[in-house]
């Protein structure tokens, strides 16, 4: 079935440092992406949809200097949170959907950023 | 895209059937309906997804009534590890899912 993959699992970092985190497509292209953030007891919300070789689609409300996505093949798009301060310190996920149409997105195992 | 409506627990005893259900009353004729589940610190694993007629795989069976304004999600025997978060979510062809408060499934010994 289809996989998608992020790196790093988690990560600790001091507060002010920028961290990327990786997602990958594994056995299929993804045109589209997106990117989730979940804090403790909440549900997953959606920060934005990146689209291979154009510009993310944000949600309202995130702050796309803060949360530079980068989508530049079929089967990798990377978001990098710049200059992170402690209340970025989040659970995020990506997902991705091989085909078009109905077929469903399926998500990586979330990478956990705690800014120190 | 149509909002959903779940319980939000259940708990159900290992080795019997675990039935969820969704309202999706404002459903439009294009939506499909998707159940999702996350298990703690992990990302959400697709479960299954139909728009009219009812649907079973591996993992569960989707039944979808007649007016689509409702649905459950069947997992027939369930065990120790089905315990999660189950999302049903429902969406037209926009790409996006947006996820609700789910139900927290817990299945007991």
């Known amino acids: 079935g289809a996989v998608v993959s992020q790196h790093p699992s988690w990560v600790i970092c001091k507060s002010g440092t920028s961290v990327k985190i990786e997602c990958r497509s594994l056995d299929f292209q993804a045109t589209t992406m997106f990117w989730y953030r979940q804090f403790p007891k909440q549900s997953l919300m959606l920060m934005a949809t990146?689209?291979?070789?154009?510009?993310?689609?944000?949600e309202q409300g995130v702050e796309k200097d803060k949360f530079l996505i980068n989508h530049a093949s079929l089967t990798l798009s990377t978001l990098t949170v710049t200059s992170a301060h402690p209340e970025d310190s989040s659970f995020y996920i990506c997902?991705?959907?091989?085909?078009?149409?109905?077929?469903?997105?399926?998500f990586g195992d979330g990478t956990r950023l705690s800014i120190l | 895209d149509a909002k959903t409506t779940q319980p939000p627990s259940m708990d159900c005893a290992e080795g019997r059937a675990a039935n969820l259900p969704c309202n999706h009353s404002?459903?439009?004729?294009?939506?499909?309906v998707y159940w999702y589940r996350q298990i703690h610190s992990q990302g959400p694993q697709y479960i299954i997804h139909g728009l009219k007629n009812n649907e079973t795989n591996e993992m569960a069976s989707l039944i979808i009534t007649e007016d689509r304004k409702s649905s459950t999600l069947i997992l027939p025997h369930a065990t120790l590890r089905d315990t999660a978060v189950y999302y049903c979510i429902v969406r037209v062809n926009t790409d996006k899912l947006i996820f609700g408060t789910g139900t927290r499934l817990q299945v007991f010994p």
């Open positions: 990146s689209n291979e070789g154009s510009k993310a689609t944000y």
């Open positions: 997902s991705a959907r091989e085909g078009s149409g109905n077929q469903p997105q399926h």
């Open positions: 404002t459903i439009s004729g294009n939506e499909y």
